[in-house]
């Protein structure tokens, strides 16, 4: 019996460790943002004097982070071309991503974190300006799609699958 009793506790403990570990990295509650879209396209280069909006959740049930709709717009891409959190001395000083962008070239996060993350071999790193954006992103499981930032050189974006949200990132190598 005391044996019985060990193996419903183990069990009870390990799903209580998976449930818990799914409210760690929510789905988004909106059904236009996330749950597996890919946009086509990465954003149109924004306008000349655009500003970040000081609220990004745009609608109810939409995150409060750079977001893309289902529809393929992005939401929060609205940064100044000279805005100076983008200024880089040395553009692609790692060199350049070539593992391919956008749609149809989706990848799997494999470790780290927003200092440091990885996927095939290729490691990035997070915008310090955009930090506060990936706290719910699963750095060892989650999909992303990288697309090119139109508008600061040596920026990537990372759009999270799941979630529906991106940030900027820099190109560390392979």
């Known amino acids: ?56 959740a745009d609608k109810s049930g939409h995150p409060e982070a750079p977001h893309v709709h289902t529809n393929g717009k992005w939401v929060g891409h609205d940064y100044a071309k000279d805005d100076p959190r983008f200024h880089l001395d040395h553009a692609w000083e790692h060199g350049r991503f070539t593992g391919g962008f956008g749609n149809g070239h989706v990848w799997h996060l494999a470790g780290g974190g927003p200092d440091r993350f990885w996927f095939n071999g290729f490691y990035f790193s997070v915008g310090a300006f ?39 990132v820099q190109y560390l190598g392979a």
């Open 1 to 56: 019996m005391t044996r019985t009793l060990g193996f419903f506790l183990i069990l009870s403990v390990a799903a209580f460790g998976q449930e818990k570990g799914r409210e760690a990295h929510p789905a988004p509650a909106a059904k236009d943002v996330g749950h597996g879209y890919v946009p086509k396209r990465g954003p149109a280069p924004a306008r000349a004097q655009a500003q970040q909006p000081a609220h990004l």
């Open 130 to 168: 955009d930090l506060a954006y990936v706290a719910d992103w699963n750095w060892s499981g989650d999909e992303i799609v990288i697309y090119e930032d139109p508008d600061h050189d040596g920026w990537y974006l990372a759009y999270n699958t799941r979630l529906g949200t991106y940030v900027h």
